[in-house]
Structures are given as C-alpha cells and as structure tokens.
C-alpha cells in the first residue's frame, strides 16, 4: 500500500501537487515493487521509482505497469523503471516460497489470504484438482498447510508450468504435487474425471466456460469448488446473490443439488468491479 512517508518523500523530489497524483496503492512481488502511474507522472517515473526504494528497502526493483492482465497466459506488461534491472524475483507467503518472471507468468500478491483461507477448508486424505494453477501457488500452499493426499496442478502456459515444477521441489512437497501442462477443460475428462474432493479455479476469465469440466473432476459422490469470478455492481452486498444466480445458471441440470457453503468479496478490481468467491458444495 502507499504510505504517507513515500508521498512525502516524493514530493521531495517532484512537488507535493504532483506526489498526490500517485495511486493509492501498488504491490509487492518479493523484492519488486509494480505500479501503475497516471500519464501526468510518468516524465517522473524514475522519481517515483526511488521514492519507493528509499521508504521500502525490501524493494530492489521496481517496474511500470502499462498494461491490464489478458490473453490465455493471463501476462501484462511490465517497465523498468528503477533498481536492479530484472523481472524475475522470490515471493515469500504462507510458509512458502514462489520463484517466478512477471513478464512470463501471471501472480497476484493479493490473493495470499484466499490461498491459506482454502487451505484450511482442507480435509485429510483429499484428492484436490486446481485447473488454473500458475506457479503454483494455491497447489502449493494447500500442500504445505493441509494433510490433502494429492494435488494435480495444471496450466497451460509452459513458463508458468516450468516455474511451478520448480517451486514445487523448492517447498518440498513433489510427493504430493503433479504438475501438468495443457488446458484443464481438455486434461479433466481424459485423465482428472471423477478423482477430487474439492476443485479451486482461481482464473476469474476463464472459470464460466470451464464449470462442466470441475464438475466433471468431482468424485461420484460430489464434491467442493471453489469458484472464483469478475462482476460489477453499483452496491458490493449484492456481489454473493448475483454471483450465486449466475453459477447456479451454468451448473444447470449436470447435477442434482448444489448449495452455497461460504461466499465473499476477495477484492475490488476497478470502479465498481470486483472479484468474487463462492465456495460451492455440489452432490449428486
């Protein structure tokens, strides 16, 4: 988040009426720090860059973002812009630690409370499918924080695939972690059906389409998934009802009961846009 003592130290450097057009808030992806900038600011951006390095001495590097998560590898576009010229980095979270590249791979420090909140939802023995796995930070966190028998985590882009198999021997947990590449719509019913307890499909862009193959990935019996997705909303008490209606829509008849365990607002992503999670339990 942005601090008072990094505005003050900006305006050092560029003037108070320009430090106050700076965002409210920015992240840090270990020992990067990412922001966006208005275009008043960015013939500052150097300014800006050793404002944060000067208030945040965990940051070494700092990038510009320029560009809104999209396409299938979910990837932005990133700017240096100050300190030590890399995009590759080590995030510590949860007990556990994630080597990545964020020009290559998509990871969101906000999610960090999302990923334990799952993890304690975890029952020993359970099988757990995560369709859209990244780096392998969910996987991984419900490995190390959970006594889960087997997570099978899975995503498609191949740098994302080639980080999380490393991740998963730099946490130790390679015997309970399989990491697969490909599209989980595709892997699910060919070689995931009808093995996992609980599903977790923390790719909002992707979860609508892709609800029949989770369902598909549940044991006979049934199941949990945890789905993740993006709504906009003038009030953000009516986020859990509207997303409720509309995953129950997609579920349709391909099961014969479902019911809403827990839901909540993760968080806001943009005026009156926010990120939603409902955890669903489906019987059959």
Known sequence: MIRGGFRKSLSELIGEELASLTPRSFDVVGNIAIIKLPESLLPHKQAVAKA????NRQIRTVLLQTSNVNGPFRLRKLGWIGGIRTWETVHKENGCVFKLDLRRVYFSPR???ERMRVARQVRPGEVIVNMFAGVGCFSIVISK?????????IDINPEAWRYAKSNVLLNRVKDKIKVLLGDADRIVPSVLKGIAHRVVMPLPMLSD?????????????????HYYTHLS??????????AWIKVRSLIGDSVSLIDLK?????????PRQYQVVLDIQVRR
């Open 145 to 153: 924080n959970s006594r889960a028998e087997k997570v099978y985590s």
């Open 111 to 113: 999610l960090s409370y």
């Open 262 to 270: 827990e839901g909540r607002r993760v968080r806001s992503i943009g």
């Open 233 to 242: 909303a003038d009030r953000s008490e009516v986020l859990v009802h509207s």
């Open 52 to 55: 944060l390095m000067s208030i």
């Open 209 to 225: 389409k892709s609800i029949p193959a989770a369902v598909e990935a549940l044991r006979p019996e049934g199941g949990i998934i």
